[in-house]
């Protein structure tokens, strides 16, 4: 069976999808595309897919059975609880909203449907490498995870488009979703420290080094630097009480030449999470096709907003922010790890 998908927001994520849906993956049609700008949509539908004037039109027209929302962030709110008022499978870009309180209506309203409806685009979980490396730390033959090493390094960022806040409340939330879900635990407070500024960024605060404190006691130290000129880099080291263990380099081709040997580094977040990106489309369409979500849920979006709230705050108090959550519905309950 097919599903049918209809697509919210055609820019620069949205189409990628749309070119995975189209041509990397099966079992799905993009049936529908919406955009605010009519135009880009119609320039973005692939061939047979309607062209919907509004969000509501495409998540209630029976040409759709499932709905992926690319636009930008302050509009997920409404489009999620759209789609869970219309009882359809819902795939959303990070941020899954822009505040708690929006968040929290989210939960609300998928927790009254009584099924997970809402995958949030959390694509580190279906990295292999990463899996690789829960895998490890699950088995528990390492013990205890204490330390995780965390760094998000990107080569530049659009200037004046991307501001000193979005290390915190927007690049920060993929260290911060992928250290909960590889230490399986919450982040109960933020701290903040700022080296001095890179000079690549201008007036941008940059680089941060962020500490996740998590509430069964591990650290997670984060560095964000956004403006590091040589590429796109993401690390990540566990030390627990036995060994540590480690993301690989990325693999790619050694190139041996009169400068020396060398391996080229990922230019963007595309690059190096296409495959990731790929099996988290995978996954959704099979859970999708069942009338539900899997992995990153609501709850997950929910914690990745306060982290993002709580970074801001401590980068402006120089303070440990603790984070206060809602008690955790039942819908969201997850497998938890087994003790080493
Ligand atoms: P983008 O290129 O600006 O695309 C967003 C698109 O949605 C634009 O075409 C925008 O139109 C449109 N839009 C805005 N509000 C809308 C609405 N109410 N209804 C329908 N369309 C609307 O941004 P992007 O880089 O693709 O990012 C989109 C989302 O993906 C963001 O939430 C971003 O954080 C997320 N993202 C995630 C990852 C990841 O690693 N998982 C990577 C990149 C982006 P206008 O330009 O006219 O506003």
């Not at 820019?11 to 993009?30: E, F, K, P, Y």
């Not at 009584?114 to 990295?127: A, E, H, K, S």
Request: glycine share 8%.
């Amino acid at each position: 069976m097919t599903l049918n998908v209809g697509v919210i927001g055609t820019g620069m994520i949205g189409q990628d999808h749309i070119r995975r849906l189209t041509q990397v993956l099966s079992g799905v049609a993009v049936t529908g595309v919406t955009d605010i700008d009519a135009a880009r949509a119609t320039a973005a539908a692939p061939k047979g897919a309607t062209v919907f004037a509004t969000p509501a039109e495409l998540i209630r027209s029976d040409k759709v059975d499932a709905v992926v929302i690319c636009s930008w962030g302050p509009a997920h709110e409404e489009q999620l609880l759209d789609c869970i008022a219309a009882g359809k499978p819902v795939f959303c870009e990070k941020p899954l909203v822009t505040s708690a309180e929006a968040a929290l209506r989210v939960i609300d309203a998928e927790v009254a449907f009584g099924r997970r409806l809402v995958q949030v685009g959390f694509m580190r979980r279906f990295d292999a490498d990463y899996r690789r490396l829960k895998a490890v730390l699950d088995g528990g033959t390492l013990g205890a995870p204490l330390i995780y090493k965390s760094v998000h390094r990107n080569a530049s960022v659009p200037a004046g488009l991307y501001t000193s806040d979005m290390p915190l409340n927007d690049t920060l939330v993929h260290d911060a979703d992928i250290s909960r879900w590889l230490l399986d635990d919450e982040i109960a407070a933020v701290e903040v420290r700022l080296p001095r500024r890179s000079r690549q960024g201008g007036e941008l605060r940059d680089p941060h080094l962020v500490m996740l404190h998590m509430a069964g006691g591990a650290i997670v130290d984060v560095e964000i630097s956004v403006n590091i000129a040589y590429g796109y880099d993401i690390r990540g080291e566990a030390s627990c009480e036995k060994g540590i263990a480690a993301l690989p380099n990325r693999p790619a081709t050694v190139v041996t030449d009169a400068h020396g040997i060398r391996q080229a580094i990922p230019e963007d977040w595309r690059e190096r999470f296409i495959e990731a990106y790929d099996q988290e489309f995978r996954e959704w369409i099979v859970a999708a096709g069942a009338g539900t979500a899997t992995g990153p849920s609501t709850w997950d979006g929910y914690a990745a907003t306060l982290v993002g709230d709580a970074a801001l705050r401590a980068v402006a108090s120089g303070a440990r922010e603790p984070i206060a959550m809602r008690d955790k519905p039942a819908l969201y309950a997850a497998p938890v790890r087994k003790a080493a």
